[in-house]
């Protein structure tokens, strides 16, 4: 059994002369991330790698998951920084899940949409069908999906082989759902 867990970067902020690769997170961004991070750590949600797009806004929000991770779980899982996940289409990302070695059985990935979204849609093939629904209609930032494979290598994940366990928003936690 394998479990993916996908991650949008949480909200960024737009500041004038910066390259896209260095947007950092605005306020509602730095508060929704380490929060998403206690969900996991509350949910026993706790990977065994993150790959992480190298754009400032997506480390940011994996160091606040982390940081929150340490302190309610004390669990701080590696980090391999992926050049090819930044903006990536989602055959792109799903190779990158593909090269994961096996002896890793959660793996955290911290992207960008509309790559994360497409990924998600691509590998669901049963679960929760309201989740579903959510997330095929909107993916926002800090946006979390978690998908499961009765698989024992990565390199066999396939399109419409996952169970979909749940998508989580910031604003769904608000809501209690």
């Given amino acids: 059994m394998k479990r993916l867990i996908l991650l949008r970067h949480a909200k960024s902020d737009w500041p004038a002369g910066l390259d896209d690769l260095d947007r950092p997170l605005n306020p509602r961004g730095r508060e929704a991330a380490p929060r998403m991070g206690r969900y996991l750590a509350d949910e026993g949600l706790l990977p065994d790698l993150a790959i992480v797009s190298p754009a400032s806004r997506t480390r940011e929000t994996f160091d606040l998951v982390v940081q929150a991770l340490r302190e309610e779980a004390g669990e701080e899982p590696p980090i391999r920084v992926d050049r090819r996940i930044y903006e990536a ?27 994360t979204q497409e990924l998600a849609r691509l590998l669901t093939g049963f679960g929760d ?12 930032t800090a946006g979390l999906t978690v998908l499961d494979f ?20 910031p604003k769904g936690l608000d809501a209690g759902t």
Avoid at 91 to 110: I, P, S
Avoid at 150 to 169: G, K, M, N, P, Y
């Fill in 89 to 115: 289409p989602p055959e792109l990302l799903l190779q990158a899940v593909r090269e994961t070695d096996d002896a890793v059985r959660t793996l955290l990935m911290v992207g960008h949409n509309p790559g």
């Fill in 150 to 169: 009765d698989i024992e290598s990565w390199r066999d994940v396939s399109q419409r082989e996952a169970r979909l366990d749940r998508f989580v928003t």
């Fill in 129 to 140: 069908r309201y989740a579903f629904s959510r997330l095929t209609q909107k993916y926002p």
